[in-house]
């Protein structure tokens, strides 16, 4: 916004420079000579003028495009230090989880050990039980159940 009025403005003292310099031709007490000489002059220190403000111009541009990139640049950095973090975060993430399954199938490796090994006990507690009273089926078995058959 700052820049649209430094253009208008620039384009109004064009426009005051012109016009004064077509009155000062008009109204100028002085000879042809000297006035041919006085408008070169103003026209090389408008010329001249002209180039020191598009100087300062290009001088700003680049000052800008300048902060632009170190901007950027530091926006680019910051995004790879959260992309760094985040692959950080999801490998702890993978490590723990391959440690809780390693862990969860080490406890059911235990527990159906156990439980292998608490129905073999159960099966030959039954079988010597019904060894040593001589039944053909025990009482309290369960319905279908056969002394000696195996069951998986």
Avoid: C
């Avoid at 012109?18 to 000297?34: F, N």
């Avoid at 006990?121 to 019904?130: D, F, K, L, W």
């Amino acid at each position: 916004m700052s820049e649209d009025r430094q253009s208008s403005g620039f384009s109004w003292f064009l426009a005051g420079l012109g016009i004064g310099a077509l009155i000062g031709v008009l109204y100028a007490p002085k000879a042809g000579r000297e006035t041919r000489e006085d408008l070169m002059s103003s026209a090389r220190e408008g010329t001249e003028y002209l180039r020191q403000r598009s100087r300062e111009a290009a001088d700003q541009m680049g000052d800008l495009v300048d902060r632009g990139k170190t901007q950027v640049n530091q926006y680019v950095d910051r995004g790879r230090e959260y992309v760094d973090r985040g692959k950080e975060y999801v490998e702890r993430g993978r490590a723990q989880w391959d440690e809780f399954v390693n862990q969860g199938r080490q406890f059911v490796n235990e527990q159906t050990g156990k439980v292998s090994a608490a129905v073999e006990a159960g099966r030959q507690a039954y079988q010597s039980t019904a060894q040593g009273t001589g039944e053909a089926a025990h009482p309290a078995t369960p319905e279908g159940f056969a002394p000696g058959a195996e069951t998986v």
